[in-house]
């Protein structure tokens, strides 16, 4: 099996989190795209009180052929203090569908990587097809409580992890009178 | 908890200023739009704001940033963050709101 990591890397169809420290809305994507998460530096943020979401569109993928066995979207965020409530939530948007994980509980440590696998795509709940995967949108929704504490996202992107087609398959032996051969299925 | 000396606070200032620079070269990435390879060509920039923090004698970004808050926590008034969280109004979030940070 192999993994291709795939990084935001245009605006999605929504750019709700209120805050950011680097571009501004529809250009949230920019504040999350970093291969080395930079923490505080560049991210997007929310102190209101109700859970606010961003989705961001990813790279096409380079693969594009072979078995895809689930996605999974990692997601490093954190809060600025102790919160009394879980603030994230780990979303993708896949056709028209969105599909939000359930709430996760923050901690201040700037580095925790957070993420959420999915076998099939939940748009259909059939197996993931690479077209899926380049028209695919991955996101987060952050909440916080004003005044108190808020919620932060530096970084997020998604691996898909797939069996290339020369990796699954049948084999077959032929015997000829020029040898054997192996073919696969 | 003591009070940031005001040579502490020059480094805290040396790496504030190091955040800032990342965060323009940062958005000069994107200057011409999105390129493939722009989220590896954020690491360089990262490393040089990690190397100051480093001379300034911050080992990750986030002991830097939680000097930066205590300072900031400290120029409002409060000893440390134990003592905003437990005596803070809604007003001096509000100012630690609009702080650097």
């Not at chain 1, 965020?77 to 009394?84: E, H, K, L, Y």
């Not at chain 2, 000069?28 to 923090?53: A, C, Q, R, W």
């Not at chain 2, 000097?67 to 007003?91: C, P, R, V, Y």
Request: aromatic share 10%; glycine share 8%.
């Amino acid at each position: 099996m192999s993994t291709e990591t795939l990084r935001p890397n245009a605006a999605g169809d929504e750019c709700n989190i209120p805050e950011e420290v680097g571009a501004a809305c529809p250009n949230h994507y920019q504040n999350v795209d970093e291969a080395v998460a930079d923490g505080w530096t560049t991210r997007v943020y929310s102190v209101a009180d109700a859970y606010t979401r961003d989705l961001y569109n990813i790279a096409d993928s380079g693969v594009g052929a072979g078995t895809i066995n689930h996605i999974t979207v990692y997601v490093v965020a954190f809060v600025n203090d102790t919160p009394d409530s879980p603030s994230l939530k780990i979303a993708i948007k896949s056709n028209s569908t969105v599909t939000e994980d359930t709430e996760r509980t923050l901690t201040t440590t700037i580095t925790t990587l957070y993420s959420k696998q999915w076998t099939t795509n939940p748009a259909d709940s059939q197996a993931w097809e690479w077209a899926d995967i380049n028209a695919l949108q991955v996101g987060i929704a952050l909440h916080g409580k004003p005044g108190i504490w808020s919620s932060h996202c530096t970084q997020v992107y998604v691996e898909v992890d797939y069996t290339a087609a020369a990796e699954g398959g049948a084999q077959y032996i032929r015997m000829s009178p020029f040898g054997i051969n192996v073919i696969r299925g | 908890m003591p009070l940031i000396e005001p040579v502490e606070q020059n480094k805290i200032l040396a790496g504030r200023k190091a955040v800032d620079d990342y965060r323009a070269s940062h958005s000069m990435l994107y200057i011409g739009g999105y390129y493939k390879g722009v989220s590896e060509d954020h690491t360089p920039l990262l490393n040089v704001m990690l190397e100051e923090f480093k001379k300034q004698g911050f080992n990750s970004i986030q002991e830097f940033f939680d000097a930066s808050e205590l300072l900031n926590i400290q120029g409002i008034g409060f000893t440390s963050k134990e003592d905003f969280g437990a005596k803070a109004t809604l007003a001096d979030r509000g100012t630690l709101y609009g702080m650097w940070q």
